[in-house]
């Protein structure tokens, strides 16, 4: 099962026991402005330039966020300490898998703490509210304050979440508060199978000013960091979504050690797994034709 789902894979890094490491708790919502793949590609390199951060805000629809989280997410865009746009990255995925997952982010995070990658947990606790716990000293919340999901993973999410960290070098609780918006889109290649494009922006507010000027210093070495555990995040989730499509019976197996996750959700994993296999029987040996090529 492990060495199905994770073929060639070390242990992937989910930096959160740091003030900036804040910047990755978007990694675990992998959780997208219905927008084209073309339009995703565009500028697939990491970037913190001003012209990329206001088309990020621009493209959050505030008036669609409650009122709840409204003011807040608008504080955060409006005067972020640190920004910075991922870079896009493309995998081979099925559609369905990948939008399941960007909605239900507790249960990529449950498969990590099950496969012993990571002892970050991600708890359910309303509809579109979770908690964050590392246990070395973060805690945090996450909403998912407004998506659009349609057909071919087509997607927005906008995430909000509130962090802290206590514990060294600091000597008081550091927290920040951050807007995540997760973009993506699909194409079918020329050997018949689906990609996915994804593209994710992080706006951070530090709560010290005093903070400003070292996360500012550190951003560039934790942002490198943070973009290699994006692409690692979202290889997983096409490795995710392969096994999947070969052997659909393992993910059932699998969701069934998911403590943390709900029955219905459980259910619902497995049947997109099903999709997932439905969807790539006639085109399994093309993935594997493309790798031998590679070779």
Known sequence: MIALLRPGYGRIQIPLRTLCDLLAI???????????????????????????RNEARQAIPLARIHRDHRDKVSMVLSDPSLYRRLPTDVVDCQPEMFTFLAQNPEVLVEIWRKLGV?????????????????????????????????????????????????????????????????????????????????????????????????????????????????????????NLSYAAERRPESIAQLSDGLENIGPARRQKFVQVAHQCSQAGSPLREARADSKTAQR
């Open 26 to 52: 978007g990694l675990v919502a992998l959780g997208l402005c219905a927008t084209t793949l073309q339009a995703a590609e565009s500028g697939s390199s990491a970037t913190t330039s001003d012209e990329a």
């Open 118 to 238: 990571s002892n970050v947990q991600l708890i359910r606790t309303g509809p579109y509210t979770f908690d964050l716990t590392d246990g070395m000293g973060t805690t945090g919340t996450l909403a998912i304050v407004e998506q659009l999901c349609e057909d071919r993973a087509q997607n927005r999410v906008v995430m909000y979440s509130e962090g802290s960290y206590e514990g060294r070098p600091f000597k008081r609780p550091v927290t920040a508060n951050c807007v995540l918006l997760l973009r993506s889109g699909s194409m079918t290649e020329t050997n018949g199978r689906p990609y996915v494009a994804a593209r994710l922006d992080t706006f951070v507010r530090l709560n010290r000013p005093s903070m400003e000027l070292l996360a500012r210093a550190v951003h560039p070495f934790v942002g490198k960091t943070t973009d290699r555990n994006f692409v690692d995040t979202m290889n997983f989730v096409g």
